[in-house]
């Protein structure tokens, strides 16, 4: 199967969208809006002096704070430039000096920018894909459990009336199933044709509700009001958990493997970083980064660093790891 750029992450490109067009409008009112502005990419030679970036939007933001916080603790000199913008702006900053470390997802740095060719989809075979595709420049610690990747979605109402667990399960319903996603999504090699392929659901044109806003606001709307039966929402939505939503099980991995992962420069690979990296990554699960997202982008409205201090002293990462 073969993954362009299109289907890894329409609603990480949108918010990407939305959040570009924020960053020139404080631009406009005298705020900085290149992070990398005037850097001339000189990375310190010392393994423990590290600058970590995060991409432009919420989730990376709160993730990158926490790799920030827990390494400041373990004795690590440590500088931030968040916000910086896709993988085009990042990766070459993480190979040029600019930046040192940064939060990524492994199936969308695998298939998005490493390698399109790859076919890889299930998280061993993702993992053991990117570290072949890494190159000299780049590495990375161990994937966290948190997955951040589409999901085919239904209200706990539809799940009982039908007994779904898994997508398998909705198949024999297919006629009567209006499904709401992205307008790419009918075409998507992991959207409607892979449903259909991997698992027989069979979902009409005219049962296609096309949304524009990535698994945001408006699709959590149409499914919760029962507008639509099922949708594409990404696994890290607080909107799941909200609304009482149940996410169908992908045992067949229809959607490639997502998992949170902390990507460096090779030059600043050491047994201390990695330690630290794995330690914070192996308490990092979905439902915890659900939590994050609902605490920054919810109604509290917690700046992404506040939500990351806290959630680094509730896990031990606040001293010194042993």
């Given at each position: 199967?073969?993954?362009?750029?299109?289907?890894?992450?329409?609603?990480?490109?949108?918010?990407?969208?939305?959040?570009?067009?924020?960053?020139?409008?404080?631009?406009?009112?005298?705020?900085?809006?290149?992070?990398?502005?005037?850097?001339?990419?000189?990375?310190?030679?010392?393994?423990?002096?590290?600058?970590?970036g995060s991409a432009n939007f919420p989730e990376s933001t709160t993730i990158a704070n926490i790799y920030a916080e827990a390494l400041r603790a373990n004795s690590f000199d440590i500088d931030t430039k968040f916000n910086i913008g896709s993988r085009e702006s990042y990766i070459p900053a993480l190979?040029?000096?600019?930046?040192?470390?940064?939060?990524?997802?492994?199936?969308?740095?695998?298939?998005?920018?490493?390698?399109?060719?790859?076919?890889?989809?299930?998280?061993?075979?993702?993992?053991?894909?990117?570290?072949?595709?890494?190159?000299?420049?780049?590495?990375i610690a161990t994937p966290a459990p948190a997955e951040d990747k589409d999901a085919v979605v239904v209200t706990k109402e539809t799940a009982e009336r039908w007994n779904l667990t898994t997508i398998a399960d909705l198949a024999p319903y297919s006629a009567e199933v209006?499904?709401?996603?992205?307008?790419?999504?009918?075409?998507?090699?992991?959207?409607?044709?892979?449903?259909?392929?991997?698992?027989?659901?069979?979902?009409?044109?005219?049962n296609f509700v096309a949304i524009a806003d990535g698994g945001g606001p408006a699709t959590v709307q149409?499914?919760?009001?029962?507008?639509?039966?099922?949708?594409?929402?990404?696994?890290?939505?607080?909107?799941?958990?909200?609304?009482?939503f149940v996410v169908l099980?992908?045992?067949?991995?229809?959607?490639?493997?997502?998992?949170?992962?902390?990507?460096?420069?090779?030059?600043?690979?050491?047994e201390k970083l990695t330690k630290v990296?794995?330690?914070?990554?192996?308490?990092?699960?979905t439902a915890e980064l659900i939590e994050l997202n609902e605490a920054v982008s919810g109604d509290s409205k917690t700046e992404p660093a506040e939500a990351a201090k806290k959630w680094v002293a509730e896990n031990g990462f606040d001293k010194p790891i042993g």
């Open positions: 199967m073969k993954i362009d750029t299109m289907s890894t992450s329409p609603r990480r490109w949108l918010v990407a969208a939305v959040l570009a067009i924020a960053m020139v409008s404080t631009a406009a009112c005298g705020g900085d809006s290149d992070p990398l502005a005037g850097d001339g990419g000189e990375r310190s030679s010392d393994p423990d002096t590290l600058v970590v190979k040029d000096g600019s930046i040192d470390l940064i939060p990524e997802y492994t199936g969308n740095l695998l298939l998005a920018y490493l390698d399109k060719n790859a076919t890889a989809t299930s998280a061993a075979d993702v993992d053991k894909a990117l570290l072949a595709a890494l190159g000299p420049d780049l590495a209006k499904f709401a996603a992205p307008a790419e999504f009918q075409e998507r090699s992991v959207g409607l044709p892979g449903l259909k392929k991997n698992y027989d659901l069979d979902i009409s044109p005219n149409a499914l919760a009001s029962g507008q639509v039966t099922a949708a594409n929402i990404f696994t890290t939505s607080p909107a799941i958990t909200k609304n009482d099980e992908d045992p067949k991995n229809n959607f490639p493997a997502q998992n949170v992962v902390p990507l460096f420069s090779s030059v600043k690979k050491s990296l794995d330690a914070v990554s192996a308490k990092l699960t």
